[in-house]
């Protein structure tokens, strides 16, 4: 919206080799023209982002004598894309068909943006580097590297070791990784986008005409939770679920009830909400 550019989201997932059922390549680049509601000069400016391209590697450098359907075929079709080429698209998608009409998108000057999580890819890394290979009698504690190589370590030949093709990764000249999400980013999520969880629970409570607050040190608690179990920003939800589940379905049956406040007591399970009537006094 910024930069006046259409963005279109793609999921590798569901690509498959061409010839086989599933969507072909060249569909992502239809999802962009969509995107630019059909002006060709906007979606030859587009970024395209392509999420899980992780799961199209093929686990461990030996190459399958077999077809297969999503993985190295897959990248070798992307080759082309992301060199830039003048791709024929069908206006319907799916598969190509000789008399249907295509338009065709010159993908030069397209950003193409790859992202995955990469799942055991430090362990990749970490095998190599993490061990010094010293022997004799003078080896010590001392001689052995304990250093941990995080994700920000990864170098382009990591991931060729991972099962992502060299001239794949190639086109992408530029690697970085994300940092893990911190208590404080956790609690900016809980309460400042503009469907945040806090905001979507006290629009429940102003149902029943109950105010719900949270206490700082609260939102710091749920966010601690979440990093200590590693379920991340998706798991906040739960969280909060799981502390006002009782008083949501009690709520109803306490008439002179106004207010709801929510301390980290509250969520580590030690005390249940308080729950304040209309003359803020608390109610058993």
Not at 36 to 47: D, P, R
Not at 75 to 81: D, R
Not at 205 to 223: G, P, R
């Amino acid at each position: 919206k910024y930069l006046g550019v259409p963005l279109a989201i793609a999921d590798a997932t569901s690509l498959t080799e061409a010839g086989y059922v599933g969507d072909d390549v060249e569909n992502i680049l239809l999802k962009l023209y969509e995107k630019s509601e059909g002006n060709l000069e906007k979606t030859q400016q587009g970024i395209i982002y392509i999420d899980e391209i992780d799961k199209l590697a093929l686990r461990g450098e030996n190459t399958s004598l077999t077809r297969d359907v999503s993985g190295e075929g897959v990248q070798q079709a992307l080759l082309k894309i992301l060199e830039g080429t003048i791709a024929r698209v069908p206006f319907g998608g799916g598969r190509k068909h000789p008399n249907a009409e295509c338009v065709n998108i010159d993908t030069s000057n397209i950003l193409f943006i790859c992202g995955g999580a990469f799942d055991g890819l430090e362990k990749l890394i970490n095998q190599d580097k993490k061990v010094n290979r010293t022997i004799g009698f003078g080896v010590g504690a001392e001689n052995i590297s304990n250093e941990e190589f995080t994700l920000e370590n990864v170098q382009q030949h990591d991931l060729v070791r991972y099962g992502m093709m060299p001239e794949f990764i190639g086109r992408l000249p530029v690697i970085t990784t994300l940092a893990p999400l911190t208590e404080n980013d956790m609690v900016r999520i809980l309460t400042e986008p503009k469907n945040a969880i806090v905001r979507q629970f006290q629009e429940l409570f102003a149902m029943d005409d109950v105010k719900l607050q949270f206490e700082k040190d609260a939102l710091m608690k749920i966010a601690a939770i979440a990093n200590e179990k590693r379920i991340g920003a998706r798991g906040l939800r739960s969280i909060v679920e799981n502390v006002l589940q009782k008083t949501m379905f009690e709520l109803p049956d306490m008439k002179s009830a106004k207010k709801v406040v929510v301390n980290a007591e509250c969520v580590d399970g030690d005390t249940e909400p308080f729950v304040y009537g209309a003359r803020n006094k608390k109610i058993a």
